[in-house]
């Protein structure tokens, strides 16, 4: 069963916009992290939030974590129109196993 | 440069064979994961392994098999491949929390 449900499921925006994703779970974890997937490639990782952590940087990124909540954001800023791609949350429970949520495809129109 | 790798990229075969799909790493990883990726279901963890002859079970182990003999390899058997084993699998490695995926293999069972 998933862990992580992505929402929304599409989104698509102008350059130059802000992009936000959310990812909701269930279970307790020790990290949450977000990957980006092109189209036809593997998996990419972008950023990885632990458990003790409520925000975190990376360029234009900025994630969030509620873990009272059970639930994260991704917001991509000043989107380009190579940041489209599909975006995985995925957690961790204390190895390095990872359950994925289902992602949300991400169009930045030029 | 480190790199994990996957091979074959492309296979066809048909219902009841067995077949492998390889992967190999050279970034000297510990753990290493197979995950299966199908449309409204995100990545689904197969088999995955900390360490040579360790191996674990995951979501959707049924029909598929894997064995560690060194660091660098884990090949993904499948047993007898059924028309629901048509999917795209990907390799993973890891050793602080961050996966490193390969470019993926598309299976189709005919």
């Known amino acids: 069963s998933q862990q992580g449900e992505e929402d929304p499921q599409a989104l698509s925006i102008q350059e130059g916009e802000n992009a936000t994703m959310n990812c909701s779970y269930k279970?307790?974890?020790?990290?949450l992290q977000w990957y980006r997937q092109n189209s036809g490639r593997g998996l990419v990782h972008l950023i990885l939030?632990?458990?003790?952590?409520r925000e975190k940087h990376s360029g234009r990124l900025r994630v969030t974590l509620d873990t009272s909540k059970k639930s994260s954001s991704l917001l991509i800023t000043a989107s380009r129109a190579a940041d489209t791609a599909s975006y995985f949350c995925?957690?961790?429970?204390?190895?390095?196993?990872?359950?994925f949520g289902t992602g949300t495809r991400l169009q930045v129109f030029p | 440069d480190a790199e994990i790798t996957q091979s074959p990229r492309h296979k066809i075969t048909e219902t009841g064979r067995q077949v492998t799909l390889a992967c190999h790493q050279t970034?000297?990883?510990?753990?290493m994961f197979w995950y299966r990726q199908d449309l409204g279901h995100g990545l689904r963890l197969i088999h995955y392994?900390?360490?040579?002859?360790?191996?674990n079970k995951g979501e959707v182990s049924d029909g598929y098999s894997v064995s560690r003999s060194n660091t660098e390899d884990l090949p993904l058997t499948l047993e007898s491949a059924a028309s629901s084993q048509t999917s795209v699998y990907f390799c993973?490695?890891?050793?602080?929390?961050?996966?490193?995926f390969g470019p993926g293999t598309r299976l189709t069972v005919t």
């Open positions: 993973a490695s890891s050793d602080l929390g961050e996966q490193y």
């Open positions: 279970t307790s974890i020790n990290n």
């Open positions: 939030i632990r458990s003790n952590e």
């Open positions: 995925a957690t961790a429970a204390g190895t390095d196993k990872l359950i």
């Open positions: 970034w000297n990883h510990n753990n």
């Open positions: 392994s900390y360490g040579v002859h360790d191996t």
